[in-house]
C-alpha cells in the first residue's frame, strides 16, 4: 500500500480548485485521479480537514504479549486456536496470529519429512 500524498500536494489541489478549474483538469495537471481531487474537496467540505487520514492497524492490543509467551514456552506446538482458548480474551483468532508475530514467536515448518516411496522430498542432515 502507498503512502499518502503529501500535505504540500493536497493543499495546491484545493487551491486550483478553488480558482475555479475543474477537477479533470486539477488531475491531469497534478498526475492524480479525479477521483481522489473530488474526495479531498468533499472531505474539506463536509469535516473541515485536509489532511490525511491515519493508517489502518491494530489502535488496542488487548492480548497480553507475556501471557502469550507463557502459554507458548508451556506447549510450543499449540495452533494459534488452541492459544485463543487458553487466553480466554475477547478477540479474534487473527489477533492472537498478530500477537505471536509481534512477539517474535512463528511457526517453522519441520527440517525434513519422512521419504515417501518415491523418493526423498527434502534433504536429510544427518
Same mark, same amino acid.
Given at each position: 500500500?502507498?503512502?499518502?500524498?503529501?500535505?504540500?500536494?493536497? =493543499?495546491?489541489? #484545493?487551491?486550483?480548485?478553488?480558482?475555479?478549474?475543474?477537477?479533470? $483538469?486539477?488531475? =491531469?495537471? @497534478?498526475?492524480?485521479?479525479?477521483?481522489? +481531487?473530488?474526495? +479531498?474537496?468533499?472531505?474539506?467540505?463536509?469535516?473541515?480537514?485536509? *489532511?490525511?487520514?491515519?493508517?489502518?492497524?491494530? *489502535?488496542?492490543?488487548? #492480548?497480553?504479549?507475556?501471557?502469550?509467551?507463557?502459554?507458548?514456552?508451556?506447549?510450543?506446538?499449540?495452533?494459534?486456536?488452541?492459544?485463543? $482458548?487458553?487466553?480466554?480474551?475477547?478477540?479474534?483468532?487473527?489477533?492472537?496470529?498478530?500477537?505471536?508475530?509481534?512477539?517474535?514467536? *512463528? @511457526?517453522?515448518?519441520?527440517?525434513?519429512?519422512?521419504?515417501?516411496?518415491?523418493?526423498?522430498?527434502?534433504?536429510?542432515?544427518?
Amino acid at each position: 500500500m502507498g503512502a499518502a500524498y503529501s500535505q504540500d500536494l493536497r =493543499d495546491r489541489i #484545493i487551491a486550483a480548485r478553488d480558482r475555479g478549474m475543474k477537477t479533470k $483538469a486539477v488531475a =491531469d495537471l @497534478f498526475g492524480v485521479s479525479a477521483s481522489w +481531487v473530488r474526495r +479531498v474537496m468533499q472531505r474539506r467540505r463536509e469535516h473541515h480537514e485536509t *489532511t490525511p487520514r491515519p493508517r489502518g492497524g491494530a *489502535t488496542v492490543v488487548k #492480548i497480553d504479549l507475556d501471557r502469550l509467551r507463557q502459554l507458548v514456552a508451556q506447549k510450543p506446538d499449540a495452533t494459534a486456536r488452541e492459544l485463543h $482458548a487458553k487466553l480466554g480474551v475477547a478477540c479474534s483468532r487473527s489477533a492472537v496470529d498478530m500477537a505471536l508475530r509481534r512477539a517474535g514467536l *512463528t @511457526f517453522k515448518k519441520r527440517r525434513s519429512v519422512r521419504p515417501n516411496r518415491i523418493g526423498p522430498t527434502s534433504p536429510s542432515d544427518a
